[in-house]
């Protein structure tokens, strides 16, 4: 009894992210279906954010759904399907950005400011003097014995 409901608890926690796809959503051949299931998993809801439209139940994440099927279905490759959604939706819209000259300059950024801050504080230390290595001119090394004779002669 209870590995038989050990079972069926496994089974129906196996399907959950299958759950998200409408029944009226599937494509008759399943040749098809599987292109649209593994663009489906690329894309991003817009709604959930860290979340794949194949994955999530909401309105938008349905849209797209029917609107990668309809591309696969209207002859669309992959790569043309992503094409279309990203000319609408953004880069965000992908799970896994491409690279290009703006992730470059998006993951570069912050090495480069690092490196930046580290050089500025090597030369700032650099042109720091070290302590006691100023030199007092004459007329304040008279004064300062002055001050000091003034002082012993209180105490």
């Not at 196996?14 to 040749?31: F, G, K, Q």
């Not at 609408?88 to 690092?114: D, I, Q």
């Not at 006691?132 to 012993?152: I, N, Q, V």
């Amino acid at each position: 009894m209870l590995k038989a409901l050990l079972v069926t608890v496994l089974l129906s926690l196996s399907a959950l992210p299958a759950l998200a796809v409408n029944p009226d959503e599937i494509l008759a051949d399943p040749v098809l279906e599987q292109r649209a299931r593994d663009l489906s998993a690329q894309l991003r809801c817009m709604v959930c954010q860290n979340q794949s439209i194949d994955d999530s139940n909401a309105e938008l994440a349905r849209d797209l759904r029917v609107l990668v099927r309809e591309r696969i279905v209207a002859g669309d490759s992959d790569e043309d399907v992503i094409d279309y959604v990203v000319s609408r939706y953004g880069e965000f819209v992908l799970l896994n950005p491409r690279v290009s000259a703006k992730t470059y300059l998006l993951w570069g950024t912050p090495a480069v400011l690092f490196v930046l801050g580290a050089i500025a504080v090597f030369v700032y230390t650099r042109r720091r003097p070290e302590p006691g290595s100023a030199r007092l001119t004459a007329e304040e090394e008279a004064r300062l014995e002055a001050l000091l004779k003034d002082d012993a002669g209180r105490g």
